[in-house]
């Protein structure tokens, strides 16, 4: 897989040329592009195509995949899961843990990141996300991601577990 980064040339005091926006999205298109092929590639199902029985019978085994330790297959199990269903936080959230804990904090972080976006009112993604930030030395980064954890905590007792992880990791690195 190729891995290509996004470059914007924009600076926000400039207002941007026609040009520059038409080239900024050929950019984003030709990413998108190959990120189709890719999917194609690999033989990952379309978003939708999967029903709910397939989605449950690749959650169950990825899961149980999970549990016993066995992060790869989890993986395996999750990736095409996610590609079939791209809008559940939590299918998001199974693959980046299972890559977390695969030693890949830095493929997990965009996962989790994404998780949080869709559910917005959810701490549990923000803290993985804080988590990740951790295990890749970005502890500023990481104090925020905990802060918006806290924040998305908001004292509620069915949360507490979260919260108190947070605090925990924000004293570790030196933040509490």
């Known amino acids: 897989m190729v891995a290509h980064e996004m470059t914007f040339d924009m600076s926000l005091s400039a207002v941007p040329s026609s040009a520059s926006v038409a080239k900024e999205i050929e950019v984003a298109l030709g990413l998108l592009r ?15 195509a999967w029903d709910a029985s397939q989605c449950d019978a690749a959650y169950r085994c990825g ?8 992060f790869l297959h ?18 998001a959230v199974a693959l980046a843990l299972s890559m977390q804990r695969h030693g890949e ?6 996962l989790f990141m994404a998780a949080a976006l869709m559910d917005e009112q959810a701490p549990g993604p923000m803290y993985r996300v804080g988590e ?7 502890f500023d980064a990481a104090c925020r991601a905990m802060k918006e954890t806290l924040h998305r905590c908001d004292g509620a007792p069915g949360y507490a577990h979260v919260r108190d992880a947070a605090l925990r990791t924000m004293a570790r690195v030196g933040y509490g």
Do not use: T
């Open 132 to 138: 990740c930030l951790v295990e890749l030395g970005q």
């Open 105 to 110: 904090p830095k493929a997990a972080l965009p």
């Open 74 to 91: 989890a993986i395996e199990c999750f990736a095409p899961l996610l590609s079939a269903c791209p809008l559940e936080a939590d299918y």
């Open 34 to 48: 190959e990120a189709y092929a890719q999917r194609e590639a690999l033989g990952m199902p379309r978003p939708g």
């Open 63 to 70: 899961y149980g995949a999970f549990e016993r330790g066995d």
